[in-house]
């Protein structure tokens, strides 16, 4: 079976006014998502949209590892080389709420080998924050021992994998005003390519909120459920 997993993400958020949905949609559906599939490293992906909270949009890109992102076949063929259709449809032209970063996996340090070749999760749960640098190798240590543990024994969590930001962009709206990085709270998220919808997440169980002497907790997170458009995995 092929690869489908790396140490590497490459995500996309944002919102797209109605007037620019439809299109914005086809584009990627039909033509981006495909386009990126075909450079090496690029190994899966899958676009979500938002049940509620924002931004609307998803996009999950599994790579080899983030230096894919360095490539000439990726800054050659896809980053200095957008069709027409991108120059006036993509995200960054009609989104707002607009973050696209790369992400180099610190959790765990190696993938489990069978799970190198499964397909994506139908639902993602995730948090982004920053934290204090004066705190960080005790709260990655809690978080990777204590907190990642517990989330596990709740029915229906299937693994979980932690990332670190090791480049890119953010900006409020077209004009590139400067956003912050963080979800601004938690974000459910659905199919949004229109294949066969996903069952919603089990409603036994609740997500746990484990903290250390009370003092670390996570607050920004968001669900998601996952579609894959045909040729994509």
């Not at 924050?129 to 543990?149: F, H, K, L």
């Amino acid at each position: 079976m092929p690869k489908t997993r790396g140490t590497g993400l490459l995500m996309l958020w944002t919102d797209v006014d109605p007037e620019h949905e439809a299109e914005f949609n086809r584009w990627y559906n039909e033509e981006h998502i495909h386009h990126l599939l075909k450079v090496p490293g690029f190994l899966s992906a899958g676009r979500y949209e938002a049940l509620s909270g924002g931004p609307k949009y998803l996009a999950m890109y599994e790579l080899e590892e983030p230096s894919v992102l360095r490539t000439q076949a990726f800054l050659d063929e896809v980053r200095f080389r957008p069709s027409p259709w991108r120059t006036k449809t993509s995200g960054g032209h009609v989104g707002r709420n607009y973050i696209l970063q790369a992400y180099r996996q610190i959790h765990p340090a190696r993938t489990n080998p069978i799970e190198l070749t499964m397909g994506p999760s139908p639902y993602l749960q995730m948090g982004r924050m920053d934290i204090p640098a004066a705190m960080e190798e005790e709260w990655n240590a809690w978080y990777n021992t204590v907190y990642t543990e517990d989330y596990l024994t709740v029915p229906g969590v299937i693994r979980v994998r932690r990332f670190m930001v090791v480049e890119g962009q953010c900006r409020r709206a077209r004009r590139g005003i400067p956003c912050a990085t963080r979800t601004p709270g938690p974000t459910a998220y659905a199919p949004s390519c229109g294949s066969t919808p996903a069952r919603p997440p089990s409603s036994s169980g609740s997500t746990p909120t484990p903290s250390r002497r009370g003092q670390v907790s996570q607050s920004n997170t968001s669900r998601s459920r996952e579609c894959i458009p045909s040729g994509t995995s």
